[in-house]
């Protein structure tokens, strides 16, 4: 992050900044985004830069494995590390950035932790398990442990994402999407860390990332608050 001056001005690698813009860009191999965000009341930067990092070393091997894998794919995404994101806040600012809609990820579970399930559901919709239960087949849905994710998934929480379900080679977790998220432009989730977060287009997430991780979804209908 790169603080503004008292007169909302900065300059970064020769460009010149102003507090009012929302958004800049700035040619470059890969291209660079910069993006105004609040920061304990100040405005600050946030580097938004397409595809891996250009030095992993530090980052976690799970991390690595999501960006080999997205590459093998040929899928373009833009990329954002920040501050650990534990809370539904932290994530919306990241995603106001990205100019995708915020996206919750729960993993459930049944009452005999037989079934497991990836639920992603739009961030402003609270979670009715009554709603999901009749779609599903599945009662007395609960949310599965921290231990469930580390074990099924590889995943600690607060960094529950889709492409978690690249470590479940054993299929044992089911993926369910909420319908209202297919109508966005882009898709935003961590790469298996909350240090990070990444944007992708819906239609590759949807035609490109989903078939590869083997995994069917089933698209539920969940309501909004009335």
Not at 42 to 68: H, N, Q, T
Not at 208 to 221: K, R
């Amino acid at each position: 992050l790169c603080r503004l001056s008292a007169l909302g001005i900065v300059k970064i690698h020769g460009v010149l900044f102003r507090h009012r813009e929302r958004t800049f860009f700035i040619a470059g191999k890969p291209p660079v985004w910069y993006n105004t965000i609040n920061c304990e009341n100040e405005v600050a930067f946030m580097v938004l830069e397409w595809g891996r990092p250009r030095d992993c070393s530090g980052r976690l091997e799970k991390e690595i494995r999501v960006y080999d894998f997205l590459d093998g794919l040929s899928i373009p995404y833009l990329r954002a590390d920040h501050a650990q994101a534990m809370t539904m806040e932290a994530c919306r600012e990241v995603d106001e950035a990205f100019g995708a809609p915020l996206c919750k990820n729960l993993l459930l579970c049944n009452r005999q932790q037989t079934e497991f399930y990836l639920l992603l559901i739009s961030g402003d919709k609270p979670f009715k398990t009554s709603q999901l239960s009749k779609q599903i087949g599945s009662s007395r849905l609960s949310f599965a442990s921290g231990e469930a994710m580390e074990t099924l998934l590889d995943i600690t929480p607060g960094s529950l994402t889709l492409l978690g379900l690249m470590n479940d080679r054993e299929k044992k977790v089911h993926l369910l999407i909420d319908r209202d998220l297919l109508g966005a432009e882009y898709f935003s989730c961590h790469p298996c860390i909350n240090t990070s977060s990444l944007r992708l287009n819906t239609r590759d997430v949807l035609e490109g990332v989903i078939p590869a991780l083997g995994h069917t979804p089933q698209y539920v209908t969940l309501d909004y608050p009335q």
